[in-house]
Structures are given as C-alpha cells and as structure tokens.
C-alpha cells in the first residue's frame, strides 16, 4: 500500500515534468484518477440520471436481446472480475477502485455510487449494468491527446448523461429522446478508450487491444471495431478476408422508426465462451466459440531429415482477428499448439501440449500467449503488479508464427498418424480455481483449428 502511494506520487512527479502539471491539474482534468474518464464539467453525477437499458428496451427490443448476455452486459457482475477486484482493494487499500471501476462500471464511477463493504462491492442496479445503452450512447467526446502516452487509454472519455443519444445516423427522430450524430461512435477510437488498459502509474501497456489494430491493415482499410464486432460474426469472417466491408447491414433499429440499410448488432462477441454461458447466454457463448473456430488458420508439413529425426513444420495464421491473435488480456488468455504422433498401434511416439491431470498446459508447450513479471522478475498475473512482459508471443493481424518439432522416428513403421490442434482457454485452470475458490467451473478448451494427417517415414 504505502509503495503503491510511493509510486503515485512519483507518478504525479513525472507528469509534472514532462507535461508541466501539477497534482492539482491533474485532479481537475481526471478528477476520476486513476481513470481517466470525466464528464462534461468534471463534477460527479447520479446513477439515476442514467436510464436503465429496461427502458430502451421498449422500442429497441431487438438490440437489447443482442446486448443482454454479452460482455458488456457482464462487465460488472463477472465473478471472475469481481474477484480479482476485491483482491485489488484489499491489497491497494482502494486506490485502484476507480481505475478498474472506470471501464467495468463507468456509471458507477462517475456517480461514486460503488461502495466496498464486508469484503463485497456494492453499487446502484444501474450502475450494476455495466457498458450499458445509455453509459455508450451518452458518451460525447475522448480525451485522447490529454491522455498519458497520447492514445486511448484508461477510459478516457467524456460522458455527458441526459436526453440526447449519440449515434451514427444523421436523420434519425425518436419521440423519446433527442438524437445526434456522432462520428466518434463509428471509429475505433471509441472502443479504444476502455480496449486500451495501462498500468496507471508507469503506462505499461497492459492490454494493447486498439493500439494493434491501430498500426494494422484494418486501420489503414477504414475497418473499425464495429465492422468486426457489431455484425453477425459470418459477415466479420467475409469482411477481415476481402478487406471490405459489406455494401449493406439491413435492420431496423427501432420498432416505429425506418427500415435501415445500415444498422449494426449488438452482442460485442469476443473469445469469451465461458461468462456469458456462466451467466445464462447459451446463445453469446455459442457465437464465441463460432468467432474462435473462424480466426486462425494452420498449415502443417512433416519432413524425413537426414540424421533419421521427423520434423513437424506448424503455421499459425491470424486470418481474421483485427488486432494480434490473442488479444488483450494475454497474459491470462492461453492459446497453444497441441500435438500427438501415433503409430499404427496407437502408441504415442510423440506429444506436446497435452494437459497434464490438473489441467495444466505442460511446460515447453508452445503456448501463443504473453509472460507478465513485476519488478523483480517474478511471474505475476495481477495488473497492478505488471511491470514488463518477459516475452509476448501473440500473432500481429494478418501474421503468422512457425513453430518447429523434432522427434525420434520408430524403427520398423512405414507411416505415423499426425494430430495438430490449436486450442483456446480464457484463463488457466489454475487462475480460475485460485480466483472463483470452490465455486470454479472446469474452463473448457475451446478447440480452434485441427489437421489429421498420414505421413509417410
Ligand atoms: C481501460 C479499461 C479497463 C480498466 C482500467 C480495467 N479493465 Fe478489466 N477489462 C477491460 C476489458 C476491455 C476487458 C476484456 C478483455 C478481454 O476480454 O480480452 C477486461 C477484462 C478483465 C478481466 C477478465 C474477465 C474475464 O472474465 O475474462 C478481469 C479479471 C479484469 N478485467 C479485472 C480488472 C481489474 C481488477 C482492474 C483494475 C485493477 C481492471 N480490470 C481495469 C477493461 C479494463
Ligand atoms: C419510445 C421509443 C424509444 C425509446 C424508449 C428509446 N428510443 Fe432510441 N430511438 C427511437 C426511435 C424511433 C429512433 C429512431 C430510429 C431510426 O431513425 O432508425 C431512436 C434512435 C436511437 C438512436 C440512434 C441515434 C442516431 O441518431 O444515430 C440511439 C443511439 C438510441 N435511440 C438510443 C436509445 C437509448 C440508449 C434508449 C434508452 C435510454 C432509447 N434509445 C430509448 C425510439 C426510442
Ligand atoms: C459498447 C457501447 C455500446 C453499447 C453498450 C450499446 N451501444 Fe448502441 N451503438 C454503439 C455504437 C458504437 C453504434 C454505432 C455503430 C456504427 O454505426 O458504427 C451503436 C448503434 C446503435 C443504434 C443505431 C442502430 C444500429 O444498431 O446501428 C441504436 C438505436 C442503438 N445503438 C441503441 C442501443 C441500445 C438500445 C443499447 C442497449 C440495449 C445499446 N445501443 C448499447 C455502441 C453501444
Ligand atoms: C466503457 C468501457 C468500454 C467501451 C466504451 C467498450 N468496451 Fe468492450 N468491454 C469493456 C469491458 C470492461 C469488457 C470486459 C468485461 C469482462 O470481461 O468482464 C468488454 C468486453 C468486450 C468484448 C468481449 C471480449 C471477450 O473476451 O469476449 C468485445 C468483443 C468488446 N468489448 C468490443 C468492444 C467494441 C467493439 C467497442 C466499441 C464499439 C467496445 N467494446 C467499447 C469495456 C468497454
Ligand atoms: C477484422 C475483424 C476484427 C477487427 C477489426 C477487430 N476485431 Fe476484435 N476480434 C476479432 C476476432 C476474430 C476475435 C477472436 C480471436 C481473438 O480472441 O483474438 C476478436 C477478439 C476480440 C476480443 C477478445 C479477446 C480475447 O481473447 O479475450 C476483444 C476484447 C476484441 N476483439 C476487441 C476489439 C477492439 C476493441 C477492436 C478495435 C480496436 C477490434 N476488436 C477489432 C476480430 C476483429
């Protein structure tokens, strides 16, 4: 804690060094720090002068089904955030509650409605919706160039709660509501805010999700966030292989209003397969599963080398993820090559990446991940403690990564099976047990890509 106190101060240091600005400025510009969200006038708001996403439900019946059961509508009541959340407060003593709270509960942030008692946090039920309908449509500007590093980061945007609803159309009338039109709403930059996590006090980029796609293709072919994840997923898959988005996204947005050639959905699917099924939506966690089974592509060859060893040549393509495959938090996510040659009795001649009884992914497994360590070098998946990445073996949009196994051939076979899978989990066993206690469910592998194949030795 008092470390912790240390290096804010030493944060506040820096800042006034290279930015020329006081503490006393920088709780004026982010009087939510260490989020960086404000709103218009920088002074705290009521919960209830956010509508409940109930209420838009009434004539958005249609995106409420998409939004109700995804991520955002989980972002507060995660378990597996809220527990990492408590272990926050309990070792930060409350100077990171807004920092967290800043993306995963903006409503509750700009109230200060969250409250920690008995071990728990505690917050209004509007505040309890997470990214909500109102908490993204009232969202009027960001602050990227008062940001730390000058990118998005850390929830900097303006929210300003009230009658007018920002969106993308420039001729929309409701009775409800007034409307207006927001370009920001169909750019990157406005997922980026919350897609981009640094570490508060030295900008470690902890998750790295828009500043990827940023410098990628995606960005320089106008396809943002949106064109991937606010479509049905068939339609990401064609768009990230043709580079193009579709010429039309029929819908109609609202039930009294017009038919729209235009209209994107709204079920923010992601990699996440196990929350939302946790959380009683079959239905987002049947879409992860579909997105990740879309996402790589693998290339395998097997050749005889001269000193008698096989050598088993793997591709990992990342064919349609806009940003590095995995993305964000990939110190935690795994994603891994599993391998099994068999001979024509079955007998394993070879394996890798075959979980062990715990559940582990064994070690020398290629694991296509990032190894976070705190100062002193020690492997740590808390944020806070985040100083460097040992290594980040994520695969840049449109990139590949090979990977090359070398084994002893059996004598007196003529031809091995070859089994190469590449598998997904959102967090190891370990870190969900550790976090969710007894309560943990068994964290599925989500089988991405496989290829069976023949070879002959
Ligand atoms: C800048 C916005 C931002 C901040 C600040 C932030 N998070 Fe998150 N958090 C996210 C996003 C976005 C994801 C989802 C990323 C993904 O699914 O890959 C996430 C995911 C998580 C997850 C994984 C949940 C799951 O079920 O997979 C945990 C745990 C978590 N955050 C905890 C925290 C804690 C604790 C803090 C504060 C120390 C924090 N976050 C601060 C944006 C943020
Ligand atoms: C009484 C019905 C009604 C309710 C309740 C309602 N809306 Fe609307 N809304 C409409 C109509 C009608 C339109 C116009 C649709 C169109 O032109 O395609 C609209 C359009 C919008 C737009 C598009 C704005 C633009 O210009 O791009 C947004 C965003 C929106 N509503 C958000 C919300 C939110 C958030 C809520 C809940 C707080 C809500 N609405 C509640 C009727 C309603
Ligand atoms: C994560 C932020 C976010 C949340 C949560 C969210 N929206 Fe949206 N919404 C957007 C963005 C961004 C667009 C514009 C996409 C574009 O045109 O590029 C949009 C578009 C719309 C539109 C215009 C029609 C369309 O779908 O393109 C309406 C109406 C709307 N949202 C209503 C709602 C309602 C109602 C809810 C809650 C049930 C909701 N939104 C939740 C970000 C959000
Ligand atoms: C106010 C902050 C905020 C904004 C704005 C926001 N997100 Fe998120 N998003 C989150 C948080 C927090 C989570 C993770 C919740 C969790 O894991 O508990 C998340 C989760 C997601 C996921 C699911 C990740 C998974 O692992 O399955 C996707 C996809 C996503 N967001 C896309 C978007 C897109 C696209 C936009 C812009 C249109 C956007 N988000 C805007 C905060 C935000
Ligand atoms: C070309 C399509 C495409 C674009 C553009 C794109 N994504 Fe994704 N996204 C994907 C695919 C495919 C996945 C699933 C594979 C993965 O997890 O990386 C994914 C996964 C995610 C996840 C979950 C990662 C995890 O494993 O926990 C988040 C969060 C996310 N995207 C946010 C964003 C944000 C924010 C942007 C814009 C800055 C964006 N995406 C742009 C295709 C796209």
């Known amino acids: 804690m008092k470390c912790f106190v240390k290096v804010l101060l030493l944060f506040f240091l820096f800042c006034s060094v290279s930015f020329a600005i006081d503490e006393a400025t920088i709780k004026k510009q982010f009087p939510f720090f260490p989020s960086l969200l404000t709103t218009a006038d920088g002074k705290a708001v009521k919960s209830s002068d956010f509508e409940s996403s109930t209420v838009c439900m ?29 272990v926050a ?67 900097s945007f303006v929210i300003s709660p009230g009658e007018v609803k920002r ?15 927001s370009e920001l709403h169909t750019k990157s930059e406005f997922c980026g805010s919350c897609h ?22 995606y960005a320089q072919k106008g396809i943002e966030c949106q064109d991937c994840h606010m479509v049905p997923v068939e339609v990401a898959i064609t768009t990230a292989k043709t580079l193009k988005k579709p010429e039309k996204l029929p819908g109609k947005p609202c039930t009294t209003g017009p038919n729209r050639d235009y209209m994107y959905t709204h079920e923010f699917i992601g990699g996440n397969a196990v ?16 997105r990740l089974q879309n996402a790589a592509g693998l290339e395998v ?17 990342n064919e349609t993820a806009g940003h590095n495959l995995p993305t964000s938090l990939t110190e935690v996510r795994e994603m891994w090559l599993e391998i099994i040659v068999k001979d024509k009795k079955g007998n394993i001649v070879y394996q890798s990446g075959v979980l062990d009884k715990e559940g582990n992914i064994p070690e020398g497994t290629e694991v296509f991940n990032a190894y976070a360590v705190d100062e002193s070098g020690k492997h740590t998946v808390k944020p806070w403690e985040i100083a460097r ?15 090359k196994y070398k084994f002893a051939l059996p ?23 550790a976090l969710l206690g007894k309560d943990a469910p068994k964290i599925p592998t989500i089988l991405m890509k496989q290829k069976d194949m023949k070879v002959k030795i």
């Open 389 to 403: 990445f040992e290594y980040n073996n994520t695969i840049p949009p449109k990139g590949s990564k090979k990977v």
């Open 275 to 290: 929350i939302p099924k946790l959380m009683g939506s079959q239905k987002h966690s049947d879409m992860a599963v579909k």
């Open 89 to 155: 407060e309990k070792e930060l003593g409350g100077s990171v509650r807004n920092l967290c709270a800043g993306c995963h509960t903006a409503i509750g942030t700009v109230s200060q409605e969250v409250k920690f008692e008995n071990g728990k946090f505690e917050t209004t039920d509007i505040a309890k919706e997470g990214v909500t309908c109102d908490m993204c449509h009232t969202i009027s500007d960001v602050r990227i160039k008062i940001s730390p590093t000058g990118l998005p980061q850390n929830a």
């Open 58 to 86: 009434g004539c958005h019946p249609d995106i409420y089904n998409q939004w109700k059961g995804s991520m955002h509508s989980n972002s507060y009541n995660d378990p597996v955030f809220q527990a990492l959340w408590v």
């Open 196 to 217: 981009n996590v640094f570490h508060p006090v030295t900008n470690f980029h902890i998750e790295n999700t828009y500043t990827e796609w940023k410098f990628s293709v």
């Open 411 to 433: 004598k007196n076979e003529k031809e091995l099976d070859v089994l190469v899978k590449l598998n997904y989990r959102s967090y190891p066993q370990k870190v969900a047990n």
């Open 167 to 181: 969106g993308p159309y420039k001729d929309s009338v409701s009775p409800y509501h007034k409307t207006e039109y």
């Open 301 to 317: 060859k097997f050749e005889k080398e001269k000193t008698g060893l096989g050598e088993l040549e793997v591709k990992v393509i």
